[in-house]
Each structure stands twice: as structure tokens, then as C-alpha cells.
Nanobody
């Protein structure tokens, strides 16, 4: 397991942009972003795999969000653009020690979680 620390959340207007960062204390095979709105289940947003650089996204964010790793591969950044009210929620960073792209959005693929950072999108 690794320790994960998110940052970058906040309030933004509809159509705005926001960057979230996740710093890992050690090696992660894949780093993902999940989100959870009040009263809803936690859902996968995006993942990036360290070795291949492959990325996968939830359909609801494709074309608007982009996940990347820095050169040291310790910080994963989620660039969120054209934000909508339904993007609001608590965003969590998660790390997986396995390569399982087909099931990347399954919560049980992850053994490390951050504390979360809040994103509010409003008019």
C-alpha cells in the first residue's frame, strides 16, 4: 500500500476548469480518480497506468477530463474542463497494484485511497 494525498478541489462555475493532484508516497501500478456525490455510490472517473501510460475514462467525462502523470510518476493530475453540476462531489485518488483495464472502475481493484477533495460546480 501507499499513502495518497489529494489537492486542488474547490468551487467553480459551470463550464469552468479545475485541476486535481494526487501525490503517492511510493510505487503505484495504476492511479485512478473516483468521485462520490451525496447519496450516490462512488464511481470511477479515470485511471492512468504507470508503465504504459494507458488511460481510461468514464463515459460521462470523456473529452472533458484528462489524467496524466508527472515525469517522476509520483503525481497524478486530473484536468477537468467544461465542468457540469453533475461533476460535483468528493473526488478520491486510488492506487492499484494490478493491471486490469477491463475492471478499472471496480472499487475492489484498489488497495490504497486518499482522503478526498471536494469539488462543487454551480451557476
Amino acid at each position: 500500500k501507499v499513502q495518497l494525498q489529494e489537492s486542488g478541489g474547490g468551487s467553480v462555475q459551470i463550464g469552468g476548469s479545475l485541476n486535481l493532484s494526487c501525490v503517492a508516497s511510493g510505487y503505484t501500478y495504476g492511479t485512478a480518480w473516483f468521485r462520490q456525490a451525496p447519496g450516490k455510490e462512488r464511481e470511477g472517473v479515470a485511471i492512468i497506468y504507470r508503465g504504459t501510460g494507458a488511460t481510461y475514462y468514464a463515459d460521462s467525462v470523456k473529452g472533458r477530463f484528462r489524467v496524466s502523470l508527472d515525469n517522476a510518476k509520483t503525481t497524478a493530475t486530473l484536468r477537468m474542463t467544461r465542468l457540469k453540476p453533475e461533476d460535483s462531489g468528493n473526488y478520491y485518488c486510488a492506487a492499484t497494484p494490478w493491471s486490469n483495464p477491463r475492471n478499472w472502475a471496480d472499487l475492489d481493484q484498489y488497495d490504497s485511497w486518499g482522503q478526498g477533495t471536494q469539488v462543487n460546480v454551480s451557476s
